[in-house]
């Protein structure tokens, strides 16, 4: 069991979540108005290191600490993190060197998340689909992703142990 | 690369359906308890718990997003500054009317017996940390119930109103901006005197909504808060668009905010000051009972509505 590596994979959320509130919070690095979505990229890019369940619960867990610290209902960022986590443990046997397939997983997991979360949202009274700027603030967060994910990846490829990261299954 | 067994694989898909289950029932509790107490001591947790990284992180990064800041905006610096000139020496002219119809209002005063309005009482807050995604219209600031802030005081820059407090601990306190859909403001028109209610679209222009309005609004009119949830006078924003009035139909525009709300550093809490309707502990106004009953509050200073000879 490799309980050192989720907490490694929980520090990483935690950091990530610290970033994505002040770093590209208000009045920080928000290129266009719009942050990228750090906290779905950590979740996307532990798929090939952490082990199915353990991923699912990161992202339940990811999810739940965004509701607390956001401001629509409880559960919501928890059900999509949940579900982008899923998606990326099923295609973890697609993240391979190739930078393309890589970027493209990134970013259409990344639009997934927001699109779901758009749809939660409204399901539960958020008004989300209402948003002036909804389509930015579904596709420019993917795009920022994709381009943070080459250094997210390999950050996270390095602290993971990417040389025994096959026993994850 | 990986294989899967499909034991494993089905494990994981009942964990995966599980966690839904369980995000779908905290989602269902927490609209139906409608953000009680529970649900409050925890975000006010973790929000503690994060808030040492957050200021810790915000002090290294500010360097840095100054300076991504300041070269993203170098191209239109120049441009910037000249318009700035131009301001200021407008401005200096006004300040010397302004003065001067200051010392002439004191004199009325003075005739009529009536004392001059005392400044609501402020504290001034920095921001230090924002909501965790692009739809979250919170800020949170670094004062809290120490510093006598309540839910439901209305927050200000020097622009104009920037949100209500909704959520409050020892020493933070969340703001909700004024662009959250949830959150809506009876205000008054300041060149018709009439009244609506403004409320969040997420992002940008605020939604304006005038259920018996006569007269037609026109673009740059001046939209104030009338009293009823915030205090009144507090500068809201000017009309983005022209809307005229037709009896038996809702007027309907838009309302650019005034206050600088991607940009805003420091706010002011206006402790001295708070709503006159009750169910305002969640700090989320419920549209449908907005009201718009008036105080005689005197508003603040730093975002008092202009004369109409400042409007101009």
Known sequence: ?169 | MFPTSGRRLTRATVLFLSLIAIGFLIATFDVRSEGDSVSNVMREGTQSIFTPMQKGVRWVASPLIGFVDGVSNIAGLREENERLQDRIVVLEAREREVAAIEEEVRQLEAIVGVEAPEELPTVTARLYSSGPSAFDNVRYIDKGANDGIVAGQAVIDEQGLVGRVDLVSANDARIRLITDPLVSAGVRIRSTNETGIVSGRGDGPLRLEMFRATEAVYEGDLVVTDGSRFPPGLVVGRIAETADAEVGFVLRTTVNPSARLSEVDYVKVIIGWTALDADLSDGVVDTNTATTTTTTVPPTTSTTVPSPEEEG
């Open chain 1, 1 to 169: 069991m490799h309980r050192g590596r989720v907490v490694v994979a929980l520090l990483a959320v935690v950091i990530a979540l610290v970033l994505q509130t002040t770093l590209f919070g208000d009045g920080g690095v928000r290129p266009l108005g719009v942050a990228p979505a750090l906290v779905t990229l950590v979740i996307i890019a532990l798929g090939p290191y952490v082990e199915t369940e353990y991923h699912l619960l990161l992202g339940f867990t990811a999810g739940m600490l965004m509701d607390l610290m956001g401001s629509g209902t409880l559960g919501l960022w928890a059900m999509t993190l949940t579900t982008v986590a899923y998606a990326s443990s099923r295609l973890r046997a697609q993240f391979t060197d190739s930078l393309l397939l890589t970027g493209s997983i990134v970013f259409g997991l990344t639009v997934m998340g927001q699109v779901i979360f758009v749809l939660l949202g409204t399901l539960f009274g958020q008004n989300l689909i209402g948003d002036s700027s909804l389509v930015a603030k579904i596709v420019l967060p993917a795009v920022w992703n994709l381009l943070l994910a080459v250094p997210v990846v390999w950050v996270l490829g390095l602290v993971l142990s990417p040389s025994d990261r096959g026993w994850a299954t």
